[in-house]
C-alpha cells in the first residue's frame, strides 16, 4: 500500500496597504517604488490576479477613488514615484500636452511614426473635406484609412497634436 502525503500550507494573506509600503524607499522629493517596473517604468503589483500600477494605487489610498476617465500623472516626471504630492488626475490629452511641454520622450508621432498612414497635408485635406460636406465613408474612399480613423481625425482624437 502506497501512501500519498499532501501538504498544505498557510499562505499567510498581507493586506495590501502593508504590501505597498514595504517597497517604498521615501527620499526628501520622491517616494521611490522599490518593486516590479513594467517595460515603461512604471511600478506594479498584483492584487487578486490583477496587475495594478503603484501610482494609481497611492493616489487612490490619499486621495480616493480616480474619476472616470482620467489618467495619474506625475508632476516630477519619475515613473515610479508614489509621493502623493507628485500625483495629480487628468485627462489623457492634458497627460500628453504635459509631456509636450517638457519634451519628455522621443515618441515619433504624425507622420514621423513608422505607422502613419497619411502626411500632415493629407491630414488637413481630409478636414478640409469633411468641413465642406465630404462623408467620413467617402473619405475613408479616397485616403488609406478607416472611416473610424477619419472619424477621430475630423473631431480631434486622431492627429491631436496637429493643428492648424
Request: hydrophobic share 30%; glycine share 6%.
Amino acid at each position: 500500500m502506497v501512501h500519498t502525503m499532501r501538504y498544505y500550507t498557510k499562505r499567510k494573506i498581507r493586506p495590501i496597504e502593508e504590501r505597498f509600503w514595504e517597497k517604498v524607499q521615501k527620499t526628501d522629493a520622491c517616494w521611490l517604488w522599490t518593486g516590479r517596473l513594467t517595460k515603461g517604468k512604471y511600478g506594479s503589483f498584483y492584487v487578486t490576479d490583477r496587475e495594478i500600477y503603484v501610482h494609481r494605487y497611492s493616489y487612490e489610498l490619499h486621495f480616493g477613488s480616480i474619476p472616470d476617465g482620467l489618467d495619474i500623472c506625475h508632476s516630477c516626471d519619475v515613473p515610479n514615484c508614489v509621493n502623493p504630492s507628485h500625483l495629480f488626475a487628468a485627462t489623457h490629452r492634458e497627460n500628453m500636452a504635459d509631456k509636450e511641454r517638457k519634451h519628455r520622450g522621443n515618441q515619433p508621432y504624425g507622420e514621423k511614426s513608422g505607422q502613419s498612414k497619411l502626411t500632415q497635408a493629407q491630414v488637413k485635406e481630409i478636414r478640409q473635406k469633411y468641413a465642406e460636406g465630404v462623408s467620413q465613408t467617402e473619405l475613408s474612399k479616397i485616403y488609406p484609412v478607416s472611416q473610424v480613423q477619419i472619424f477621430n481625425i475630423v473631431n480631434n482624437k486622431a492627429w491631436v497634436h496637429y493643428t492648424e
